[in-house]
């Protein structure tokens, strides 16, 4: 086995010193940041069963010197192989015990260094794997122009990149460009989660849940009106639990005002539970929520505010496509708490690009419900279309984005979001 040292500036130029001086086959036995860059500790023909065996072998031994069951230089007696052969052979049967005792309490999967080792090679594998096949496929994606033009649009967009490589590879080497955006859209359509349950005909008590600045409040507006439209005023109420932002309550009293709908405020569960029995014969409640970040530790205060209620409550998720990928994929882990049952996505008119929050959903599996594309009440709300989001996401301009520029793959992957 050759174990090696390398140095670099980055992870990226130490494997690829790795690979180039040790071979593709090379495993990594440590990485850590230094003055400079990043040292790396590589190993080649590297083999873990005869490690493990010796590793074994040494705590077999020291067992056995620790706790000896022969006694050096002890004669054995007439009596004791005539009189007590049962003695004899159970004399034996400890050293068997000792001696596999240490394989019980010593197990390559047991040692904690070896453990926090065996989890860092396992991922720097996975990243390693990665290169290599994004690599072979940008080798063969040269030989065909159509798959290159399609994963430019979709870097244009903002798809993730194992997303856009798994799309870009459903094509057949017949395609040419149009058949092949229509077959990505497609795909994409057919991944993408739509809910069937339209809380505006099924009604209920429904919270909106989000972070901080998605448009809870103004998205509660536009289902109120919407609602009000269709069954009246006296079917509907709305209530708030938002008691960090100053004026919230009297900009959701606003709405009410104009809507002629009640409002109601709520800071605790008997609170909730009080506000909600005194709307029981109308058919929709929503409830506004208080926009925290993820990493506010008020959210718990609102996690217990719903689990500790005792009406069922649904919970939507507000997302804003405005928001970069790693952003919606943290909101939507956050937020787990709340168990929604759908999502709502805003501000599509605002956003960039699309893909961002397709490449999100499609990731998490949460089925998205409503999009919203403006400030209108209620005219900006619409019914989520998979179609109708993936034609969007396609035709959004990009200003940086030029189809006669050289497209650089291998920056793109590394820059990207997976």
């Not at 069963?49 to 230089?73: D, H, M, S, T, Y």
């Not at 609170?271 to 929520?289: G, Y």
């Not at 990493?295 to 689990?307: C, H, T, V």
């Amino acid at each position: 086995m050759k174990i090696k040292r390398f140095f670099a500036t980055d992870m990226r130029q130490a494997i690829k010193m790795v690979r180039e001086e040790l071979g593709s086959d090379a495993v990594i036995l440590s990485n850590k940041n230094v003055e400079g860059g990043v040292e790396i500790v590589a190993a080649r023909d590297y083999d873990e069963q005869q490690i493990q065996a010796r590793l074994q072998q040494q705590e077999e031994k020291k067992a056995i010197l620790k706790n000896p069951v022969i006694k050096p230089f002890a004669k054995p007696t007439h009596s004791q192989y005539s009189m007590k052969p049962e003695a004899t052979l159970g004399a034996k049967k400890p050293l068997r015990e000792r001696r596999e005792a240490p394989r019980q309490k010593v197990e390559w999967s047991q040692e904690p260094a070896l453990v926090e080792m065996g989890q860092e090679l396992k991922q720097i594998r996975k990243v390693i794997d990665a290169r290599l096949s994004e690599s072979d496929w940008m080798n063969g994606a040269r030989t065909n122009p159509v798959r290159v033009d399609l994963l430019k649009r979709l870097r244009n967009v903002g798809f993730s990149t194992g997303l856009s490589l798994e799309t870009v590879n459903c094509l057949d080497e017949h395609d040419d460009e149009e058949s092949g955006v229509r077959k990505a859209q497609q795909r994409l359509a057919n991944q993408l989660p739509i809910a069937d349950d339209n809380l505006l005909e099924h009604g209920g008590v429904v919270a909106l849940v989000g972070p901080t600045g998605v448009g809870k409040t103004t998205t509660i507006a536009k289902l109120a009106a919407r609602y009000r439209l269709k069954y009246g005023s006296r079917q509907i109420a709305l209530v708030t639990t938002d008691n960090y932002r100053i004026g919230a309550y009297e900009q959701l009293s606003t709405y009410g005002k104009i809507l002629d709908v009640p409002v109601r405020a709520a800071s605790t569960p008997e609170e909730l539970d009080n506000v909600l029995n005194s709307f029981i014969d109308r058919k929709l409640v929503l409830i506004d929520t208080a926009g925290m970040g993820q990493r506010d530790n008020r959210l718990a205060q609102q996690f217990a505010l719903f689990s500790e209620c005792q009406t069922a409550i649904k919970s939507y998720l507000v997302l804003s496509a405005a928001t970069q990928t790693r952003g919606l994929d943290e909101t939507i882990k956050t937020f787990q708490g709340f168990a929604p049952q759908s999502c709502i996505l805003t501000k599509t008119d605002e956003a960039f690009s699309l893909g961002a929050a397709v490449s999100s959903l499609i990731k998490s599996q949460l089925p998205l419900a409503w999009i919203t594309d403006g400030q209108q009440v209620p005219e900006d709300l619409h019914i989520a279309h998979p179609n109708r989001l993936l034609n969007e996401c396609f035709s959004a301009e990009d200003s940086d984005y030029n189809s006669a520029d050289t497209f650089n793959y291998e920056a793109w992957v590394a820059q990207a979001n997976v």
